[in-house]
């Protein structure tokens, strides 16, 4: 496991645009990340994963075109860029971290989370 910190959530308007970071406090280079989010109400969802070695990248349906998941290993910080942003994008979002494998979209399947970080798109 490690630990990881979100942070750059915020409040915008519809349209705008946040880049969410997560910083880890030990390396992860050996670890498939991945970004989440869970709106008030709503089930804890998938949004977007990135590959150990940064090759593969996975998005939810809901965001795909709006939002960019990538990583820099040598600072064991992985990022979401997250545009067009729409007040459904409204939720707190989570960076995660497993050493395993199977379906980069399966919540049960990662191991480390950070404390989340809320974004608020208004209208």
């Known amino acids: 496991q490690v630990q990881l910190v979100e942070s750059g959530g915020g409040l915008v308007q519809t349209g705008g645009s946040l880049r969410l970071s997560c910083a880890a406090s030990?390396?992860?280079?050996?670890?498939?990340m991945g970004w989440f989010r869970q709106a008030p109400g709503k089930e804890r969802e998938f949004v977007a994963a990135?590959?150990?070695?940064?090759?593969?990248?996975y998005y939810a349906e809901s965001v795909k075109g709006r939002c960019t998941i990538s990583r820099d290993n040598a600072k064991n910080t992985v990022y979401l860029q997250m545009n067009s942003l729409k007040p459904e994008d409204t939720a707190v979002y989570y960076c995660?971290?497993?050493?395993?494998?199977?379906?980069?979209?399966?919540?049960?399947?990662?191991?480390?989370w950070g404390q989340g970080t809320q974004v608020t798109v208004s209208s």
């Open positions: 990135i590959t150990r070695n940064g090759g593969s990248q």
């Open positions: 995660a971290a497993r050493g395993g494998f199977g379906e980069v979209g399966a919540i049960n399947s990662y191991d480390s």
């Open positions: 030990g390396r992860t280079s050996s670890y498939t």
